[in-house]
């Protein structure tokens, strides 16, 4: 017997426990967007940097710099050549050319001033060393030659250099993985807010439902699909905005290049070119904020549940 009448069993519409379209849902989902494109700015910004220290890392390795201290009674010139001379000779180095008394005056002018006569001060010459690509230097053996061969001649391999950019580029990545983790928790918490909102407007539903022996998996799963749906929405806004924002930077950055702010900038990010690692990142953060966001609701609705009881 069909008391419906024909047609309506399949033309019935289910209503959804939460509502899909309100007010709270359209504001969290800009709070999810707001906060997936600032996590991932800041995890877009982690890989920039490391990638940035990877490459000057690798370009100050290719490089080291002899330094010959003036000597009373001794010609300087013929121990920058001689110092050069011994670098030359010495296994993993491709080049060594000594630097002019006008270069050294050059890379001294940004501190000293223009017009710097060097023979009146006690300014080491340089030689400049490029080294064999792959090959290792040997800095101990290096620098006792040329100490036996040029007394106070001293190599600089830039380690200490290397390692500062190490320490510096660990704590911008380490600060930066801080702001993700700050930005998820802050997060949770805004979605546990949402979830109880949720609840509280609907809890005539939900102890009817529990009341006549409803699963708290089902209502559960009804709370967590509405969210899911929320952070989805919100992820790929954010997310969406985030991949997008580095491209234009870039594009600005090229647009002012030569301009002292752009040029720092640029110095220090190298460009603002993610590559396929950065988008991954973006993806990732999105896609965990999504899932979170569904999970945080689901656990949230059991626990609810589970004190009913």
């Known amino acids: 017997m069909d008391d419906g009448g024909p047609g309506i069993g399949r033309h019935r519409r289910e209503v959804p426990l939460v509502p899909v379209a309100s007010v709270a849902a359209r504001a969290l989902v800009s709070v999810i967007a707001i906060m997936t494109f600032l996590a991932s700015l800041a995890a877009g910004a982690a890989v920039l940097v490391a990638g940035a220290s990877r490459d000057w890392q690798a370009s100050i390795a290719r490089d080291a710099t002899v330094q010959v201290m003036p000597a009373a009674n001794r010609d300087v010139e013929a121990d920058v050549a001689r110092a050069a001379s011994v670098a030359r000779a010495a296994p993993g180095v491709a080049s060594a050319e000594p630097l002019s008394r006008d270069r050294s005056a050059e890379l001294l002018e940004p501190w000293l001033g223009s017009g710097l006569d060097l023979a009146d001060l006690p300014v080491p010459r340089l030689v400049a060393l490029k080294l064999r690509a792959g090959a290792r230097l040997d800095a101990a053996a290096l620098g006792a030659a040329l100490d036996a061969a040029v007394p106070g001649a001293t190599l600089d391999d830039h380690g200490a250099w290397r390692r500062r950019l190490s320490a510096v580029a660990g704590a911008l990545v380490g600060f930066a993985g801080a702001v993700c983790a700050l930005v998820l928790s802050a997060l949770g918490l805004a979605v546990g807010f949402a979830?109880?909102?949720?609840?509280?407007?609907?809890?005539?539903?939900?102890?009817?439902?529990?009341?006549?022996?409803?699963?708290?998996?089902?209502?559960?799963?009804?709370?967590?699909?509405?969210?899911?749906?929320?952070?989805?929405?919100?992820?790929?806004?954010?997310?969406?905005?985030?991949?997008?924002?580095?491209?234009?930077?870039?594009?600005?950055?090229?647009?002012?290049?030569?301009?002292?702010?752009?040029?720092?900038?640029?110095?220090?990010?190298?460009?603002?070119?993610?590559?396929?690692?950065?988008?991954?990142?973006?993806?990732?953060?999105?896609?965990?904020?999504?899932?979170?966001?569904g999970w945080t609701s689901r656990r949230i609705v059991f626990r609810h549940l589970r004190g009913l009881e």
């Open 195 to 293: 979830t109880r909102g949720a609840m509280a407007g609907n809890r005539e539903i939900i102890g009817v439902l529990h009341f006549v022996g409803a699963e708290d998996r089902f209502i559960a799963r009804a709370f967590g699909r509405h969210f899911l749906r929320l952070g989805l929405q919100g992820a790929a806004i954010g997310g969406g905005l985030a991949a997008l924002a580095f491209p234009l930077a870039d594009l600005l950055t090229a647009r002012f290049a030569g301009d002292a702010a752009a040029d720092q900038v640029g110095a220090l990010f190298g460009t603002f070119a993610l590559g396929p690692g950065g988008y991954g990142a973006i993806a990732s953060i999105a896609l965990v904020t999504a899932l979170a966001t």
